[in-house]
């Protein structure tokens, strides 16, 4: 059954390509093309006429959240795509069809077991916004405030349960087929990208992502986070205080209200340095559908952040890579670079050291070409990870968040002020990050931190002592064990006492038949009873 629907849902995305006029992808692809001939059935009903940024973007609407994701994704690299699709795709952030209100209040009604009307002084019919995951209604409480209530899309679990297993198989077939697949490790990568949807798809995470993202920027110039209203808050329903602000990707309207566009550049790169490396909790689902900015004061614009169901983290070992990566890049540190990738285990430690610099010259030098404002981050991560491959090296799926969320952030910015000089911004982060990882404070914050386990185990330890000290003294009261020369003695004349057994049994069987010459017998006898006393007298 289940191969069944998998090839069900492998001709369905067949047939969405095609009827809309995307049989390029169909007849590029080796796993749709041995079903190349169904294409002229697939498109019965007509193929879609229009621009190909709008086959593509309607096609990925119809193919399901997943899809959606990734033209969301890809949205923001304006660098990357022609003009014409990145505008098509950006309209994936938030106007994504919407579902029939009677199935948002029939969620919210079964969630929070009221009647809508009981719950809210009022709620609009007619959502704000549509996504792949939710949709959003606005509401408002008893006592007057003003709220957002995200409801999620009827199905939405059954649906990218299906899609997920899409992955997976083909995952597996590159596994199987494709020899540099080990290294990169696409099921793992797939059972991330699982893990990332399925907390997605949990509202009450999202609830607790978003009180946590607020309190690591409480009274932060930089970012605002809605409040969250706990009470209302179901697996299936989150409610938000509803927020003002310029949607980020209206540049007009942030320019006719006299921001800071320079600035606010410069803020988003330090909210995300500031995330990833001080709080270890970083937005990683940054599009421009989910970032408004408060024009309050033009001249310091703050940046207020919506959606909270991905989030990353880092562990400490990874932090230190990527902080020690980057500052040793930007100061031509290849050595410092090569030992960072053996030291991280990301390079298998039988690697030399000066064949990885060598590599990581000739892939990262060429980027210093061009000046510092226009070197990527995401395009340095890249490389350093092209480096780690040629060296046999595993991708890393938690990282795979990251780096999304950096390529994110980096077309973000330069849309915004072509002129920003990511460098510049991050380097003072990281440097200061770095020293105090290193400082003797910063070790004894440590201490302090990690003083409860640490104070159970000093407790422990007089115990611990005094029972190694009394097993010393047990062990010094027995006889020595004999050394290797004598058990070897020993051993001997274990063999020479069971030899000389053997041929005490033989010649007594012997004798006892009365088979000539009786001769044999007695020597064997008496050989057998020598080598018997000798392994005695040994032993």
Same mark, same amino acid.
């Given at each position: 059954m289940a191969r069944l629907r998998l090839a069900l849902r492998l001709i369905t995305i067949q047939r969405t390509l095609v009827r809309h006029g995307l049989d390029e992808i169909v007849t590029s692809t080796h796993l749709f093309r041995p079903l190349r001939w169904l294409n002229r059935l697939l498109a019965f009903g007509g193929r879609r006429r229009g621009p190909l940024g709008q086959r593509i973007r309607l096609a990925l609407e119809e193919l399901g959240p997943l899809f959606v994701k990734f033209g969301q994704a890809v949205s923001v690299r304006r660098d990357l795509l022609p003009e014409d699709i990145a505008n098509e795709l950006v309209l994936l952030q938030d106007r994504v069809p919407p579902f029939p209100s009677e199935l948002a209040i029939a969620t919210i009604e079964k969630s929070l077991g009221r009647k809508v009307d009981d719950c809210f002084a009022s709620f609009t019919r007619e959502p704000l916004a549509a996504a792949s995951i939710a949709q959003v209604h606005a509401a408002k409480l008893a006592d007057g405030r003003e709220v957002v209530v995200k409801v999620l899309r009827p199905r939405i679990?059954?649906?990218?349960?299906?899609? $997920?297993?899409?992955?997976?198989?083909?995952?597996?077939?590159?596994?199987?087929?494709? &020899?540099?697949?080990?290294?990169?490790?696409?099921?793992?990568?797939?059972?991330?990208?699982?893990?990332?949807? !399925?907390?997605?798809?949990?509202?009450?995470?999202?609830?607790?992502?978003?009180?946590?993202?607020?309190?690591?920027?409480?009274?932060?110039?930089?970012?605002?986070?809605?409040?969250?209203?706990?009470?209302?808050?179901?697996?299936?329903?989150?409610?938000?205080?509803? $927020?003002?602000?310029?949607? $980020?990707?209206?540049?007009?309207?942030?320019?006719?209200?006299? !921001?800071?566009?320079?600035?606010?550049?410069?803020?988003?790169?330090?909210?995300?340095? !500031?995330?990833?490396?001080?709080?270890?909790?970083?937005?990683?689902?940054?599009?421009?559908?989910?970032i408004f900015v408060d024009v309050a004061d033009p001249k310091q614009p703050k940046y207020v952040a919506i959606d909270f169901g991905i989030m990353g983290t880092l562990t400490p070992e990874d932090q230190r890579y990527l902080a020690g990566n980057f500052l040793a890049f930007f100061q031509r540190d290849y050595a410092r670079v090569a030992r960072l990738h053996l030291d991280s285990g990301w390079v298998p430690a039988h690697m030399r050291v000066d064949e990885v610099e060598s590599a990581v010259r000739a892939v990262c030098e060429p980027i210093f070409d061009r000046p510092l404002k226009e070197i990527s981050f995401g395009l340095v991560l890249l490389r350093l990870f092209e480096v780690a491959r040629q060296f046999e090296m595993e991708v890393q799926p938690q990282l795979v968040l990251l780096q999304k969320t950096l390529l994110a952030i980096e077309g973000l910015g330069r849309q915004l002020y072509p002129?920003?000089?990511?460098?510049?911004?991050?380097? &003072?982060?990281?440097?200061?990050?770095?020293?105090?990882?290193?400082?003797?404070?910063?070790?004894?914050?440590?201490?302090?931190?990690?003083?409860?386990?640490?104070?159970?185990?000093? $407790?422990?330890? &007089?115990?611990?002592?005094?029972?190694l000290i009394r097993e010393r003294e047990r062990l010094q009261r027995r006889p020595p064990p004999p050394n290797g020369q004598e058990l070897l003695r020993q051993a001997r004349a274990r063999r020479q006492g069971f030899a000389g057994a053997a041929f005490l049994l033989a010649s007594v069987l012997w004798l006892g038949t009365g088979v000539d010459p009786t001769a044999v017998g007695w020597v064997g006898a008496v050989i057998g009873a020598l080598l018997l006393l000798i392994g005695v007298w040994r032993g």
């Open positions: 679990r059954e649906q990218i349960e299906a899609d $997920i297993e899409v992955l997976y198989a083909i995952a597996r077939l590159a596994e199987r087929y494709w &020899p540099g697949a080990h290294r990169l490790r696409p099921v793992a990568v797939v059972a991330e990208f699982e893990k990332t949807l !399925t907390h997605e798809i949990d509202l009450m995470r999202e609830a607790a992502n978003a009180s946590q993202l607020k309190r690591n920027f409480d009274g932060s110039d930089l970012l605002y986070v809605p409040e969250v209203h706990w009470d209302y808050c179901r697996r299936d329903v989150l409610v938000l205080e509803r $927020i003002g602000g310029i949607p $980020i990707s209206d540049r007009a309207a942030l320019e006719a209200a006299g !921001t800071d566009i320079a600035r606010l550049a410069r803020n988003g790169v330090e909210i995300f340095f !500031t995330q990833v490396f001080r709080h270890n909790f970083f937005h990683a689902d940054m599009h421009p559908g989910n002129e920003l000089d990511l460098w510049t911004t991050a380097k &003072p982060i990281l440097e200061a990050w770095m020293r105090e990882r290193s400082s003797p404070l910063a070790h004894i914050k440590r201490l302090i931190a990690d003083w409860p386990e640490i104070s159970d185990d000093l $407790i422990a330890l &007089p115990g611990l002592v005094h029972g």
